[in-house]
């Protein structure tokens, strides 16, 4: 399983890091919601389908 960190700090100053199965799931996980951000979704989701075949 790949974590990653979000690019942002948290009001605590410390760089939260999340599974790759919380990306673009709907929810937002990082203190400003870049795991959910529309750009990188749509990458995301476009390397996750091309590994799916
Ligand atoms: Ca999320």
Redesign the pocket.
């Known amino acids: 399983m790949e974590r990653f960190a979000c690019p942002t700090p948290d009001h605590m100053g410390r760089y939260r890091c999340?599974d790759d199965h919380?990306?673009?799931?709907?929810?937002?996980?990082c203190p400003t919601g870049e795991?959910?951000d529309r750009q990188n979704c749509m990458f995301y989701k476009t390397v996750s389908e091309k590994n799916f075949g």
């Open positions: 999340i919380v990306l673009c799931d709907g929810f937002i996980d795991d959910e």
